[in-house]
């Protein structure tokens, strides 16, 4: 099992530029989770699955989109890419909400210039 | 102010040291987790507990409910133990904590 992966692992955009990040797990898992990491921050919540064709709003989802089509995707994506969502991207997705164990992708580093 | 805090920030140790991260919180939870994550690499779980203790390998998690407080330890430290380690609590949703930076010297 591939568990959780992640495409891209690395994206230099330009302001106004958009582009998709995408999250696959192998683990028919129906929960999946996008977090942004910054540094001197801890990770935070920018948009949640709860199972196919559903989404919801974490902390942080301003300026980001996702979709949900397949249980085993979970998409997120930048409209108009702004430097201020220069950071390090993270996928998770777990069984259940949020008592379960959570397993995490490698990570998207993203670069807005 | 935040939810979840860990002490120390960073941390050096010299292998085979005894090191002890602690993690509070400020929340109601129903887990706490203790995640690792290596330089350049992603993020796995370690240990998620609820209550009492919890050990695997050289690595021992505990948590004090009523205390709000949980600690992990590392036996016999060894330099690829580096890394930063993140405390997060189950509430109503997920919290962070913002990472202790373990470096552990030969």
């Known amino acids: ?113 | 102010k935040n939810e979840v805090e860990q002490s120390p920030q960073n941390l050096t140790a010299q292998e085979g040291e005894f090191i002890t991260i602690n993690c509070s919180y400020s929340v109601g939870i129903s887990a706490l987790h203790w995640l690792q994550q290596h330089p350049g690499g992603g993020i796995v779980s370690l240990f998620m507990l609820s209550s009492g203790k919890k050990k695997h390998g050289r690595l021992i998690a505990t948590i004090n409910i009523q205390e709000k407080h949980s600690s992990l330890h590392i036996t016999a430290s060894h330099p690829r133990d580096s890394a930063v380690y993140i405390c997060a609590v189950s509430g109503n949703q997920f919290y962070f904590g913002t990472g202790t930076s373990l470096t552990v010297i030969p």
């Not at chain 1, 958009?18 to 977090?35: I, K, P, R, V």
């Not at chain 1, 890419?81 to 990570?107: D, H, K, L, R, W």
């Open chain 1, 1 to 113: 099992n591939a568990g959780v992966t992640q495409t891209p692992k690395f994206r230099v955009l330009k302001t106004g530029q958009s582009m998709t990040l995408l999250c696959a797990q192998d683990m028919n898992h129906e929960y999946m989770y996008w977090y942004r990491q910054d540094p001197g921050m801890g990770l935070r919540l920018i948009h949640y699955s709860v199972g196919e064709g559903t989404t919801a709003k974490g902390e942080v989802p301003d300026g980001y989109n996702v979709s949900r089509l397949k249980k085993q995707n979970f998409l997120l994506g930048l409209e108009s890419a702004a430097p201020s969502q220069t950071s390090v991207y993270f996928c998770a997705s777990s069984s259940g909400g949020v008592s379960y164990e959570q397993y995490f992708g490698p990570g998207t580093r993203l670069t807005v210039t």
